[in-house]
């Protein structure tokens, strides 16, 4: 089995970003595993703040020596904080995904559309294909 952690309180999605929800606010990061199958993250390219991001569509890029990925948002909201030490280090973001290495904080719309995401065992069989 992986060794890859996939915690039981966040949504994800195909596209291997993950969602935390705190009341209206939630949080979004990419997933341990889609860290591991980046390999070395050069560059992150983040919404400005105040900006509205719709669900399923793309918000910006983390680039690594291996590839360019799109992140997409999922949920929609309004963007209230981003990490901005992850712009400046964004290789950091594969010590703590889940912790430290939040990308955006939004103050979400409709809190309902975290339920519209994976769980932590329907992702772990996406990408384990078990």
């Not at 969602?19 to 341990?32: F, K, P, Q, S, Y």
């Not at 360019?68 to 992850?86: D, H, S, W």
């Not at 964004?90 to 955006?104: I, K, N, Q, R």
Request: aromatic content about 8%; overall charge negative; cysteine-free.
């Amino acid at each position: 089995m992986s060794s890859f952690n996939y915690p039981e309180d966040l949504r994800y999605l195909d596209t291997h970003e993950y969602v935390r929800l705190d009341g209206e606010i939630a949080t979004v990061g990419i997933t341990e595993f889609a860290v591991d199958q980046l390999g070395d993250v050069v560059f992150l390219d983040l919404p400005e703040i105040g900006d509205l991001l719709t669900k399923g569509e793309r918000f910006g890029s983390i680039e690594s020596v291996k590839a360019v990925e799109e992140l997409n948002a999922p949920v929609t909201g309004t963007v209230i904080e981003r990490n901005e030490p992850l712009i400046d280090s964004p290789e950091a973001v594969a010590d703590d995904p889940y912790g430290e290495g939040w990308l955006l904080k939004l103050r979400v719309n409709d809190p309902d559309e975290f339920n519209d995401a994976m769980t932590a065992e329907e992702y772990r069989a996406e990408v384990e294909g078990a």
